[in-house]
RNA sequence: GGGAGAUUAGCUCAGCUGGUUCAGAGCAUCUGCCUUACAAGCAGAGGGUCACUGGUUCGAACCCAGUAUCUCCCA
């Protein structure tokens, strides 16, 4: 046999992603012998391809399912991806474009037979790279936000809230991108640092109470704006109430430069005093800010603008011209009128076209909106009552300031791929709402008493549904809970369990997923959200695209393995906490991978002898008592989320505890056999080792599941039984006693390093200890860790050697002539002046009364202990200085 | 402007009910080793004013108040 010295992932992985779905291990159903442990993917964009962030987010997914799975629970992991209205128009927009074929110049079927052709060539590539993460999602019940079954309950749950008057229409400011001709939502739009202009400009004050109009410096006030193109759509200006400059202008009137139209000086807190000249034209049409301003004061709307950012007829002045274009004219125009006071260069900030770079314009539409007051009030119940808990818990209070005064949902986007809205225009403009044309068209005669009413005669509304709309009802619709509220499945597997995501969802979609699910079943949709970070590069910067600082996963998993990647990514990602990637960390899991490996092939090497008598008994049952202690320790983790402790855990389980201990106590010398009872239960030890490791590294687990025994049927790691935690007789001792005999082999190998004597340089050691049984048992693993040639014990400190005190014992290294008497005295010393030191102040606290008296008897056992110790410490290391 | 959170080793973070070891881990660093599983390794070592200032307490990284800095969310 010879097994490469180190691991090769490619190898293997394919092969094992392959047998999984060839024995139908994700493969899940309705069955009342098991717990049902559901969890249903975030589903990503379906044209998206793999990022950092899903690695991330689908290997903790992955983790929770496949132990739950070896748990013996009925694990389910729905995967799926959403149709990403936006994101996806966009992409298939820019696509035709390079065909040359323009958005505008297609009918919406059309452009719909484009994007669903190009869903079916590139979509979902994203679910090949997820398998290649080892993702054991149940592939059979892929499901898509925009398939015919999910639109449905889509179009279903409209319309049950438009008849329970909850969805309405309003007008609402939108993010308008002018060269794209369409609305976009905040995300969609950057904001750009820029060196902008700030003008200053002269309003004619026309009457006011308090002032004579004779006196000339007080006849205008002047007003700072960044866009003067505006001014024709003002409807006030506005001051501060608390101003002392502009008190003497309560309800005076002023006149906008050139036009000469008449509006008032209103008074608004919202106006900062010192920004500008403390004075703001109020502008409702076209500024986010001065439409709530223009709410409060009841003024009317202006709207000047076209949807190409030109200025209508409205605007009386540069009608026709571009935005850019008015702004340098009226400058001229405002200048030449001597109404301009100064121009001021600022540092500003504007919101642009994530897509096309064109400045965004505020613009008042029409939308559709969902109220939410009455969903949110029990979604917010579920969180504050812990029905459902979200991990890590600090999240809660930013869900519940959310919750708590949420903001009605505007639904519509201005879009083509999509659920279109079924809403339905009358000739008159009144609408109907309804499923389908048809029920729409019996709905409209009635309305309008009108039975030759065709369905040519009904409109429906362009706008599609935010894909939020069809994503808040996933962890019902991937079960088909609408179409068919009773059947197996969702009755089985809903409520799902655990849900990972994005804390910058937690809004967006975990609260309203709560929401649907309270309001259409009656039950929360999941009891645990586990909030992960976001993935950022070792300098913090947010891994993009534009930045290039993002690793490719697919070059990831290949050049280091899919497990590799998963516990690296692992190693440094709190719940909750972004998480710093760097290449470092893959590295170490791909250390970890080989190290796993050539623990194998240790053990793959022994030679069993059934005559030799069974001689590891102290190393068996230590390490039988570590692992059900870290056993329990893991479990405790996962329970509590913490997932990246949780692989602390076992990482140092088997690096420190199996591979550097467990595997050097019983290791036999080369090419000599191993007792037939030890190499028995190490290979039940790495077995355990396997199925605690296979969340985190399910391939390189279930490889050497195989190499390490012959294996039938269905004897996978990947479905073998997660490991029990059985009582160890007498644990503590064992692991008290192995930690004293640890302590002598580090003594030994301090001073070896100290002495820079090779490891190969066998040694005589010394003790003067009251417990001779302890040297006697541990005796033959202190030989073999420490390279000891012999140890005896000593009443007397020896001449040559160097000392070390441990546990109360004096301990002694044989060296002829190696001894530097002033170095040892000098180490010596030091040590004592700091055992000193450290049973000064525990006598100093149990002196103290109060101590004394309020101190729990646990406590101040565990002081009157250190005291002890540290006395015999003192005692020991005080013989050993005057041994010297 | 309002709110939330954070600040512990060079870096990333634990520290759960205030008291195990005058403060823990991983990585990084330094020293020595190619010791027959692994140099993607082994053995060791160094590294801390727990942001600052006060307070509560017999006792504070932990509780309280204030200050500073940073991050995020909302406007």
Not at 614 to 622: F, P
Not at 815 to 830: H, M, W
Request: glycine share 6%.
């Amino acid at each position: 046999m010879s097994l490469a010295t180190t691991y090769n992932p490619l190898d293997v992985e394919a092969k094992w992603y392959q047998r999984w779905q060839e024995m139908g291990f994700f493969k899940a159903s309705p069955n009342p012998d098991k717990e049902p442990y559901t969890v249903v993917i975030p589903p990503p964009n379906v044209t998206g391809v793999l990022h950092m962030g899903h690695m991330l987010n689908n290997t903790i997914q992955d983790i929770l399912v496949r132990r739950a799975r070896m748990q013996g629970k009925e694990a389910c992991w729905v995967p799926g991806t959403d149709h990403a209205s936006i994101a996806t128009e966009a992409k298939v927009v820019a696509l035709l474009k390079e065909q040359g074929i323009e958005k505008k110049d297609l009918t919406r079927e059309q452009f719909l037979a484009h994007a669903f052709a190009w869903k079916e060539k590139y979509g979902g590539i994203i679910l090949e790279q997820l398998k290649q993460l080892g993702a054991s999602c149940d592939w059979d019940r892929t499901r898509f936000t925009m398939e015919p079954d999910l639109t449905d309950a889509v179009l279903e749950v409209f319309v049950d809230l438009y008849n329970k008057g909850l969805i309405y229409r309003g007008v609402r400011m939108v993010n308008w991108d002018p060269q794209g001709g369409t609305a976009l939502s905040d995300e969609e739009v950057l904001p750009k640092n820029v060196q902008a202009k700030m003008y200053y400009l002269r309003y004619e004050i026309v009457s006011a109470a308090g002032l004579t109009l004779k006196d000339a410096d007080k006849q205008y006030i002047t007003v700072a704006t960044s866009r003067p193109e505006t001014i024709m759509a003002d409807v006030a200006v506005a001051v501060n109430p608390t101003d002392p400059r502009y008190q003497h202008l309560a309800g005076a009137k002023v006149r906008i430069p050139l036009l000469g139209r008449e509006i008032s000086v209103i008074f608004d807190a919202y106006v900062t005093a010192d920004f500008g000249t403390g004075a703001l034209k109020v502008t409702p049409a076209h500024d986010l800010n001065d439409y709530e301003i223009g709410l409060r004061h009841n003024l009317p709307v202006i709207d000047i603008l076209n949807d190409d950012g030109s200025l209508n007829e409205k605007a009386q002045l540069y009608v026709g011209q571009d935005r850019f274009a008015a702004r340098r004219n009226i400058v001229k125009d405002l200048e030449a009128a001597g109404l301009l006071v100064k121009v001021e260069e600022y540092a500003s900030i504007v919101q642009t076209s994530e897509r096309t770079q064109a400045v965004i314009e505020p613009k008042l539409s029409l939308q559709w909106f969902l109220k939410t007051e009455h969903l949110a009030k029990p979604a917010l119940e579920v969180v504050e009552n812990g029905t459902i808990q979200l991990h890590p818990p600090k999240f809660k209070n930013l869900y519940r300031s959310w919750m708590e005064q949420p903001r009605d949902w505007c639904i519509s986007r201005q879009l083509w791929w999509g659920q279109q809205i079924p809403a339905y225009y009358l000739p008159d403009g009144s609408l109907v709402v309804a499923r389908t044309a048809e029920a729409a068209l019996t709905q409209a005669r009635a309305k309008a008493g009108n039975e030759n009413l065709q369905i040519s005669d009904l409109r429906q509304d362009e706008d599609v549904l935010d894909t939020w709309f069809s994503s808040w009802l996933w962890p019902i619709s991937v079960f088909d809970g609408f179409k068919d509220p009773e059947n197996a499945d969702i009755k089985y597997f809903y409520p799902t369990n655990d849900l990972v995501t994005a804390p910058e969802i937690l809004f967006f979609w975990v609260a309203r997923m709560i929401m649907a699910g309270l309001e259409f079943r009656g039950e929360v949709p999941f009891k645990n959200v586990y909030l992960t970070g976001i993935v950022r590069d070792a300098q913090g910067r947010k891994m993009s695209k534009s930045l290039g600082n993002s690793p490719d996963p697919l070059d990831l998993i290949r050049d280091y393995g899919a497990d590799g990647v998963r516990t690296g990514m692992l190693f440094s990602s709190p719940a909750g906490n972004d998480l710093l990637f760097d290449m470092k960390l893959v590295e170490q899991g791909r250390n970890f991978s080989n190290k796993v490996w050539n623990a194998f092939r240790l053990v793959k090497g022994w030679e069993a002898d059934a005559a030799l008598p069974y001689a590891h008994g102290l190393a068996v049952d230590w390490f039988a008592a570590r692992l059900a202690a870290a056993t329990a320790e893991l479990d405790e983790h996962f329970e509590k989320f913490r997932i990246s402790d949780a692989l602390l855990t076992v990482y140092k389980l088997v690096w420190d505890d199996f591979c550097a201990l467990y595997l050097e106590m019983v290791k036999p010398a080369y090419q000599q056999p191993i007792d037939a009872a030890t190499l028995q239960k190490t290979i039940s030890f790495f077995e355990t080792l396997l199925k605690l490791l296979h969340p985190f590294m399910p391939f390189i687990t279930e490889e050497l599941w195989h190499e390490l025994a012959p294996r039938t049927g269905r004897d996978f790691v990947c479905v073998a039984p997660w490991p029990q935690r059985p009582a160890v007789a007498d644990a503590a001792g064992l692991q008290t006693r192995m930690e004293w005999a640890l302590g002598v082999v580090s003594g030994i190998r301090t001073i070896r390093n100290q002495k820079q004597l090779a490891p190969t340089k066998a040694l005589v050691l010394l003790a003067k200890t009251t417990q001779p049984e302890l040297l006697q048992t541990y005796g033959p693993l202190l030989r073999k860790l420490a390279n000891l040639s012999g140890i005896q014990r000593t009443d007397t400190a020896p001449a040559a050697a160097v000392s070390f005190v441990h546990a109360g014992a004096e301990f002694f290294v044989l060296l002829e002539g190696q001894i530097d008497l002033g170095a040892e005295r000098a180490r010596l010393e030091k040590e004592l002046e700091y055992a000193q030191g450290f049973k000064e102040s525990v006598e100093r606290k149990l002196s103290n009364e109060k101590f004394a008296a309020n101190a729990k008897p646990d406590v101040l056992e565990r002081e009157r202990q250190k005291l002890a110790d540290a006395e015999a410490k003192i005692a020991a290391l005080e013989q050993a200085l005057k041994s010297l």
